[in-house]
């Protein structure tokens, strides 16, 4: 039978795996291209490598991060009211493990892609598209 020094130790091994486990490189790619698209507005909060946080830096504000074997992935993004201008960022269809999607109070335009149906986790989508200045649609889809 294991000493409790000897649980101790693994405890504190697997702890630090956690700690040290990177995001998927999928992951990292889209939200290095949002933050590409997004410009200054979140840039300053978005820094590090890694979106989930490295142990040096925390996760980029906005992004909520889950463990899956021996990575991260991210699993909720919320990147509201920094006036992001333009289309839906297509690089959000590629965080296949989003359940939380929220880029509300921003000045979105045109359609939301067919390609968000790849995201079969996606449960809350929470976005506003601005069709013209003084018409706005609003949209909660609880799916």
Not at 24 to 37: C, G, T
Not at 119 to 134: A, D
Request: contains cysteine; positive net charge; proline residues 6%.
């Amino acid at each position: 039978m294991p000493s409790q020094r000897s649980l101790f130790l693994i405890c504190i091994l697997s702890l630090l795996s956690l700690a040290h486990s990177k995001t998927l490189k999928r992951d990292v790619k889209a939200l290095n291209e949002i933050k590409a698209s997004l410009g200054w507005r979140v840039v300053y909060a978005w820094v590090g490598d890694d979106p989930c946080g490295d142990g040096d830096l925390p996760p980029w504000s906005g992004v909520t991060c889950s463990t899956q074997g021996d990575y991260r992935v991210v699993t909720e993004l919320e990147v509201y009211a920094v006036s992001i201008v333009g289309p839906f960022p297509i690089a959000v269809t590629n965080l296949l493990e989003l359940t939380r999607l929220d880029l509300h109070n921003n000045k979105l335009t045109g359609p939301i892609p067919p390609q968000i149906g790849r995201l079969k986790r996606l449960r809350i989508l929470y976005v506003s598209l601005f069709l013209c200045k003084l018409l706005s649609m609003w949209l909660l889809l609880v799916l």
